[in-house]
């Protein structure tokens, strides 16, 4: 037992201490298994949101020197802003036009106001394969619907105000392999889960917007890179109390638009309870911290400050079942955080899924 509290702490501290990595959108793997190990198919809708800012006011100084373009929506038509010009007019098709999500280093700039908001939603088709007790096979499959709004996005004689980005489509494929071991004794059960997931660069990663300029790889629903995933996964079991630890890190190859995404790590601990309800009916509420960090993204060579950082959420949930079916609840809300750069903040998340258990 001293064993398993010292592997359960290491994991913990390993994802509170690392100083290298610095995150922001950084979720390596959506970690989600029933008590019992066993096949599943389920649909998960995940929604995340982010406002508020360190400081408001000018994301940067005006560039008067940028050769860049970048192109926002106006009241749900395009429009496109230079550096060093003072009017608006239509564009005409380029392919190297950006919609921007954090202008860095473009010539736009934002004025950040307590009324810019994002969401990120996902509806996930997720598999779970259990072969002979001791090998689990799962992929997910997402629907990305991102939006980003900004109150104000120039310091002009007539400001452009609710300039909202937005943009669906099919996120990455993810498939993960885990090796399952149990240890036993009278009174407890202890499972070990080692992992590894791959993402596979099939989503959309390069959705254009209404006038036909690229949007934001940050904001796209797929990333156009080949993403690694080292997972390790615990759970402790005892007399219908149990504990859950996780360890995970990302490495990402370049992708769409010559954009490489940060390496990143993620953690977590939570504690659980099982109550039955007349034989058929089982509750399971639960309770912990959920961790994210992670380095700052790289584009065309240059690391973009306004990304990458460390968060940490509190947690907690609750998961429905009768025989074959669960429904599960997740709440998760940041404790404290800190991002590099004046970037938007993390906000509250949500998790519902529906499960249904089967034997192969």
Known sequence: MKKIIFLISLITSISLVTKEAKACDSCNFFEYSLLQNRSYIGLFYRHRSFGNYDQYGYSSPPQTSSTYLSTAFKNGT????????RTISSPDFDP??????EPEGTGLYVNKTDQDWETYE?????GNFMFQNKWNFTFLLPYESNRVHYEKMLDLPNPVQDTTLSVHGWGDL???????????NTKARHTFRPG???????????KIAQNGTLMDPIIQPGTGSWSYVARFNYQLFYNKTGLNAGFSYKQSTE??????FGNSIN????????FSLNDNWLLVPNIGT??????????????QNLTGGKVLFGQGGLDINRQEWTLSFLWQTPLTQDLNGNQIHHQNRLSIGIIKAFKL
């Open 174 to 184: 993810t498939l993960a392999i885990d090796r399952i071991f149990y240890v036993y």
């Open 255 to 260: 992708g769409a638009q010559n954009y490489q």
């Open 96 to 101: 190297d036009f950006i919609v921007m999500h």
């Open 122 to 126: 996902t509806v996930e088709l997720r």
């Open 196 to 206: 590894l997931a791959l993402l596979a660069p099939t989503g959309q990663s390069r």
């Open 78 to 85: 395009a429009a496109t802003y230079s550096s060093n010009a």
């Open 267 to 274: 953690g977590s601990l939570v504690g659980f309870h099982q």
């Open 290 to 303: 959920y961790y994210e960090q992670s380095q700052k993204d790289i584009w065309e060579g240059e690391k």
